[in-house]
């Protein structure tokens, strides 16, 4: 069975905290190594388009209380270039006040990893900062216009460098001929190690643009299957119909064994 919680928004700290607390991620967090937390900047639009500076400060601040490995912050952007992105919303300030290394995962420093059982990424540029780090998915509620959502897997598209995957955007060459499956192949190679879902305004309609939707929750979980099968269902799709879930479904985690933690 899988677990997630679902707590109720008061602000990023307080709610954040706790919903770690409830799946007992503080005793879960690596004790040395290298946390990677990765929001969603997938361009330099404010929130909730893109993760608030603010719920990344939160999840830091808790890793430090827990834990005494590296935290650092990683992200490779779907248009622009990441610096740009990371200096626009905030996290170059957030890096330089708590000293934190801020990694451009389009333009890492990357290893070749082999998959023959991968749907349609047989081969993948994986940067070797990601590799062995522990990585905290940490992404806005959205709606998407190739995947009907973006949540806690989707996410690890930034993971992909662009100078590798770039067409008309950063990202272009994953979205063909399949998005879905590149999702799933992209999780299969690194899948989220926590998932902590920004849920206090989702976006619905796209992950663009869109309508403002008010949720009002904090998601979190280890298994992203499990998370964004409640996060799409937040959004008012049936999971059973995203074949990105279904085809993650008993291979990266669980659509059905779901117990709700909420708080």
Request: hydrophobic content about 40%; aromatic content about 6%; proline content about 5%.
């Amino acid at each position: 069975m899988s677990q997630v919680a679902k707590v109720k928004f008061v602000n990023y700290r307080t709610s954040i905290t706790r919903s770690l607390d409830l799946i007992g991620a503080g005793s879960v967090l690596p004790k040395k190594g290298l946390i990677i937390i990765k929001p969603n900047l997938t361009n330099s639009s404010p929130p909730p388009v893109t993760t608030s500076v603010a719920a990344t400060e939160a999840v830091y601040q808790y890793c430090k209380a827990h834990t005494e490995a590296k935290i650092a912050i990683g992200e490779g952007c779907g248009t622009g270039t990441t610096p740009e992105v990371f200096a626009a919303l905030g996290y170059t300030d957030m890096a330089k006040k708590y000293g934190l290394e801020l990694i451009d995962f389009n333009e890492a420093e990357t290893t070749i990893c082999q998959n023959n059982n991968a749907l349609q990424l047989k081969l993948f540029h994986m940067p070797r900062a990601a590799q062995q780090a522990f990585i905290i998915s940490l992404p806005v509620l959205k709606d998407h216009s190739f995947t009907k959502t973006t949540i806690a897997m989707k996410n690890m598209f930034g993971i992909a460098p662009g100078k590798f995957y770039a067409g008309s955007w950063n990202k272009a060459k994953l979205h063909s001929p399949s998005t879905d499956k590149s999702v799933v192949d992209i999780c299969s190679y690194k899948k989220p190690d926590l998932s902590i879902v920004d849920a206090s305004v989702a976006l619905k309609g796209m992950h663009l643009a869109g309508k403002h939707k008010n949720i009002g929750l904090i998601l979190a979980g280890f298994d992203p299957v499990a998370v964004d099968t409640v996060g799409s269902e937040l959004l008012g799709h049936n999971p059973k119909k995203l074949p990105f879930l279904t085809l993650a479904d008993d291979l990266l985690g669980t659509m059905d064994d779901i117990e709700i933690l909420e708080g």
